[in-house]
Nanobody, 122 residues
């Protein structure tokens, strides 16, 4: 199984980025997909999760109203649209796949990508 995240980069405060994560080696439409992030020296933080059909979404409190998670099962890809970015959101963003639970708990995710780095300049 591989989860390949992309789309990170440098953006100014208030700017936007769209992250993508393409999966291979698993039946994508049977997995709930999540995004997490980890800033230097901090614990991994839940960002968003979408269920296997795309009909259910759940967000971390700090990103509600600014971030949108979506998926395209035909392309085996999950997206994270990030708007109004803040410097404190500078982190490595990881995508992950969960086979049986719709959850924000990192320990419930079976597979993880390598991460893509997002830097928000002030």
């Amino acid at each position: 199984v591989q989860l390949q995240a992309s789309g990170g980069g440098l953006v100014q405060t208030g700017g936007s980025l769209r992250l993508s994560c393409t999966a291979s080696g698993l039946t994508f439409n049977k997995y709930n997909m999540g995004w997490f992030r980890q800033a230097p020296g901090k614990e991994r933080e839940f960002v968003a999760v979408i269920n296997y059909t795309g009909g259910g979404r759940y967000y971390g409190d700090s990103v509600k109203g600014r971030f949108t998670i979506s998926r395209d099962n035909a392309k085996n890809t999950v997206y994270l649209q990030m708007n109004s970015l803040k410097p404190e959101e500078t982190a490595v963003y990881f995508c992950a796949a969960a086979s049986s639970t719709f959850t924000s708990q990192a320990t419930s995710f079976n597979y993880w990508g390598q991460g893509t780095e997002v830097t928000v300049s002030s």
